[in-house]
């Protein structure tokens, strides 16, 4: 008996990379794709998924109610990735409004309708919906920053600096309120800053490598010596599938690469790896240039993954050196 699972926002980077590993992995499941397709979404990155009889693309608003229910209604939705969101920090400080309404009241209606669509009342499931899940993919960003040493855990207090961030945060307590008060079965994952291919082109590694391969400046905030935790997207794809799986109700688990760089390290191993493949007169690095930073910009996130490598026995397959050259290898591809 095929089982259908809702994601939603999964034209996005990370979405798209995890769609076809989980039609692959799973014969059973048929998935729905829920997408307003904004800016961050395109549907080439689905292509590969286009013609399976078990993937189905609708074009809609996460926020957009009647729509919500018609989905669970007519393909009897039996659990939801929730991956739609506005993302992009420099977006979220021009324009935050928007990201209130997609993170939290999109966030919102997805619970609301699940819980209803799933239960008869607080804490009882409807018959044949027992197993039916709610995994909300956060970010780390919800944290706020970091000082030199320490690592975020799922035991970190909230401290939220941006628009974007605190509309992530604001949605998680969501999730967390109907796990408390209706008992839907929910979990939540917070990754850090995944990189790979699929990825919008404006953000940090996409445009490092399009800058350098045009000859133009390649912009860095501030001094460059802001830190990230990297994880390379398809081991953040295990880890969902672990977690929505066979992560415990109620639970936070937190996804990060355990490989800590600063924007300058990363451009310098880019730069490395075009001077090599895509040889000029002079090195990429001599491209590097430096600009003003972006308002509050967190100096450092690190996530401390133990309680998933323990308890749920993740491990991820992809180390910064390896991934970056599988990154620079796709880039090429698509902008040569």
């Not at 769609?19 to 499941?29: A, E, F, R, S």
């Not at 969501?174 to 929910?186: F, H, K």
Request: hydrophobic share 30%; net charge negative.
């Amino acid at each position: 008996m095929s089982k259908c699972i809702l994601l939603t926002g999964t034209a996005g980077f990370i979405g798209s990379n995890f769609v076809p590993y989980i039609l692959d992995k799973y014969p059973d499941y048929d998935l729905i794709n829920l997408d307003l397709l904004t800016y961050a979404g395109n549907l080439d990155n689905l292509k590969e998924c286009e013609g399976n009889p078990r993937y189905k693309f609708i074009k809609g608003d996460i926020r957009n109610r009647e729509l919500v229910e018609f989905i669970f209604t007519e393909y009897n939705i039996q659990g939801v990735i929730h991956f739609a969101a506005e993302s992009h920090v420099d977006n979220s400080i021009k324009n935050p409004g928007v990201f209130i309404e997609t993170n939290v009241n999109g966030t919102f209606t997805l619970l609301d309708v699940a819980q209803k669509h799933w239960m008869n009342k607080p804490f009882e499931y409807k018959e044949n919906y027992q197993e039916c899940r709610f995994h909300h993919i956060s970010t780390d960003e919800v944290y706020g920053t970091l000082n030199e040493t320490d690592l975020f855990t799922e035991e970190t207090p909230y401290a939220p600096n941006s628009p974007y961030s605190a509309s992530k945060a604001s949605s998680d307590m969501i999730v967390r309120s109907y796990q408390e008060t209706y008992g839907l079965n929910t979990v939540i994952t917070n990754c850090s800053n995944n990189y790979g291919p699929k990825q919008h082109d404006e953000k940090l590694i996409p445009t490092i490598i399009r800058k350098a391969l045009n000859g133009e400046n390649i912009p860095i905030y501030g001094d460059g010596k802001n830190i990230r935790d990297w994880l390379y997207v398809l081991d953040h794809c295990k880890g969902i599938d672990l977690v929505y799986h066979t992560g415990k109700e109620g639970n936070v688990y937190n996804i990060g690469g355990r490989n800590e760089r600063t924007n300058l390290q990363i451009v310098d191993a880019i730069c490395k790896i075009l001077d090599e493949r895509v040889p000029k007169k002079a090195s990429y690095k001599d491209l590097i240039t430096f600009v003003q930073d972006r308002a509050g910009h967190d100096r450092r996130y690190a996530i401390d993954a133990t309680k998933l490598e323990t308890k749920l026995g993740w491990k991820a397959d992809e180390n910064f050196d390896s991934g970056i050259l599988k990154t620079v290898e796709w880039y090429l591809k698509k902008y040569l």
